[in-house]
């Protein structure tokens, strides 16, 4: 069992930066990869970038260039920072812990509660 919380969101100006933090607690040996996924008004949720456990990254069309997604083992959080944002980043962001497969695809096991950023105009 895995537990995951998020923090970080908030409102911010277009063009301006917040880093969203995920913090890990419990343990689940199949994990092998993280990701942050959102949930946009309008729109179908989207994963936004996601790490595996090699330190390989992966990132939606949409963010590439402006976010970045690392972590720390030491201290079992994983990171967004996004920089440059746009009003069309305004979602709910989840911090997710699941597995991916060889095929490339990524299944998100664990979720956390989800922290909103609000990116204005």
């Known amino acids: 069992q895995v537990q995951l919380v998020e923090s970080g969101g908030g409102l911010v100006q277009a063009g301006g930066s917040l880093r969203l933090s995920c913090a890990a607690s419990?343990?689940?040996?199949?994990?092998?990869?993280m990701g942050w996924f959102r949930q946009a008004p309008g729109k179908q949720r989207e994963l936004v970038a996601q790490?595996?456990?090699?330190?390989?990254?992966n990132y939606a069309d949409s963010v590439k260039g402006r976010f970045t997604i690392f972590r720390d083992n030491a201290k079992n959080t994983v990171y967004l920072q996004m920089n440059s944002l746009k009003p069309g980043d305004t979602a709910v962001y989840y911090c997710?812990?699941?597995?991916?497969?060889?095929?490339?695809?990524?299944?998100?096991?664990?979720w956390g509660q989800g922290t909103q950023v609000t990116v204005s105009s």
């Open positions: 419990g343990s689940d040996f199949s994990i092998n990869a």
């Open positions: 997710t812990a699941g597995k991916v497969y060889y095929s490339g695809n990524y299944d998100p096991k664990y």
């Open positions: 790490i595996t456990n090699g330190g390989i990254t």
